[in-house]
C-alpha cells in the first residue's frame, strides 16, 4: 500500500496548502484500501481546519422551469421534457416562511435560487431584496442567492440589502463545459463569479461531478475553483433525470465518489465543502463516510425538482458521528 504517497499529501494539505496536480491525479489509481487509509487522513483536514462542525444549508426553489439555457443535467431548462414544476417567482412571504422552516430544523444558511439565465425584470429584483431584508431581520440565518448570470450593480444592491454570500457553479471542467452547456461559455460563468466578489459577497461555487468527465477534468475544476479564491464548494453528484440530455448516465458509483471528495479536499484544504444534489441516490445508507472523505457540510431538505431525505435523519446522523450541526449563523 502506498502509505508514504498519502502520507505526504494529507501532510501538505494539513499545512494548508494544495497538493500538486501530479500528486492528484495519483488519487485516481488508488485502490478502496488505499483509499480507506487516504480517508482517515482527508478525515484529519477537516477536522484541523473546520473542527466539529457540519455546516447545513437548505434552498428553495423559489422560481422553476421555462429556463431558455440548454444545460443538460437539468431538468427546468426548456430545451427538455421533463415533469419539473414550472411557477414564477414566489412572493416574499413564502421564501421569508421557507427560510423559517429550514432554520427551525437545523440550518445555519439559507439560499434562495431561481430558473433562468438571470432575474428577468426590476420587480422580481425588488422582490428578493425585500426578502433577504426581512430573513435578515427575522431570522439568524446566512442569506445566500443563485441568480444566474447577474450583473454588478445588482449584486451591489442585493449586498446592501443584506445577502451574505452568492452562489454559482462553474459546473464543470473549461475543457468539458462545451459538451453540458451549449447557450452560454465558461467565461459567462467566471465573469458572473468576479462580478460577486467585486460586489462583496462571500462567493460559493462548485460543479457536478459524473457528467462524462474524467479524472483529470475533476482535477481541473478543483484548481480552477482554487485559483478563483472562493469561500465554498457545493459538491454534486449527477442524479440523472428523464428526458434531460444525460438521463442515460449512471449515478457514480460510491467510492469513485468518496475519491472525489477526498481529491476536492487536498487541493482546497480550507473551503467549506458542502454535498448537495446526488447525495441520497450515490451514497444510500453510507452518507457518513462524506466527512471522512473530507467534506464539512450538506445541503438539508428538498432540492430544485427533487425530494431530499428527512432533515431530522440528517441531524441524527450528524449527532451520532460525534460531530455537532450549526444551527445559527457565525
Not at 433562468?116 to 431584496?129: A, M, N, P, Y
Not at 462553474?170 to 465573469?191: G, M, W
Not at 447525495?279 to 432540492?303: K, M, T
Amino acid at each position: 500500500m502506498r502509505t508514504e504517497l498519502i502520507d505526504n499529501m494529507v501532510e501538505t494539505a494539513l499545512k494548508g496548502e494544495s497538493i500538486s496536480h501530479e500528486q492528484v491525479l495519483q488519487l485516481e489509481s488508488l485502490t478502496h484500501e488505499e483509499l480507506d487509509y487516504l480517508f482517515v487522513g482527508t478525515g484529519r483536514i477537516r477536522e484541523h481546519f473546520k473542527g466539529q462542525d457540519v455546516k447545513i444549508c437548505s434552498i428553495v426553489n423559489a422560481k422553476s422551469g421555462r429556463c431558455v439555457e440548454d444545460c443538460s443535467f437539468c431538468a427546468q431548462s426548456s430545451s427538455f421534457q421533463t415533469d419539473s414544476p414550472e411557477y414564477g417567482l414566489m412572493d416574499v412571504d413564502e421564501i421569508v416562511a421557507a427560510a423559517k422552516e429550514a432554520e427551525a430544523f437545523g440550518s445555519n444558511e439559507f439560499s434562495i435560487v431561481v430558473s433562468g439565465t438571470s432575474l428577468d425584470d426590476r420587480k422580481e429584483l425588488d422582490r428578493v431584496i425585500e426578502a433577504i431584508k426581512r430573513i435578515k431581520a427575522e431570522t439568524q440565518l446566512e442569506t445566500c442567492c443563485s441568480l444566474g448570470l447577474m450583473p454588478l450593480k445588482h449584486l451591489e444592491e442585493l449586498k446592501e440589502a443584506g445577502l451574505d454570500r452568492c452562489h454559482h457553479n462553474l459546473e464543470t471542467a473549461k475543457s468539458h463545459f462545451d459538451k453540458i452547456v451549449t447557450t452560454h461559455t465558461y467565461e459567462d460563468e467566471v465573469n458572473a463569479i468576479q462580478n460577486a466578489k467585486a460586489a462583496g459577497l462571500q462567493v460559493c461555487v462548485g460543479g457536478i461531478f459524473g457528467m462524462g468527465e474524467t479524472f483529470e477534468q475533476r482535477a481541473e475544476l478543483a484548481f480552477s475553483i482554487r485559483d478563483l479564491e472562493t469561500q465554498s464548494f457545493p459538491i454534486n453528484f449527477l442524479k440523472p433525470i428523464k428526458g434531460t440530455g444525460l438521463d442515460h448516465l449512471e449515478p457514480m458509483e460510491q467510492y469513485e465518489a468518496l475519491r472525489t471528495i477526498s481529491l476536492l479536499r487536498l487541493v482546497l484544504p480550507k473551503i467549506d465543502l458542502f454535498v448537495c444534489g446526488g447525495r441520497e441516490e450515490v451514497f444510500i445508507d453510507n452518507q457518513e463516510r462524506l466527512f471522512s472523505a473530507g467534506a464539512n457540510g450538506i445541503l438539508g431538505g428538498n432540492y430544485l425538482t427533487t425530494k431530499g431525505q428527512d432533515p431530522k435523519r440528517d441531524i441524527e446522523m450528524i449527532e451520532n458521528l460525534g460531530l455537532h450541526p450549526v444551527y445559527t449563523s457565525i
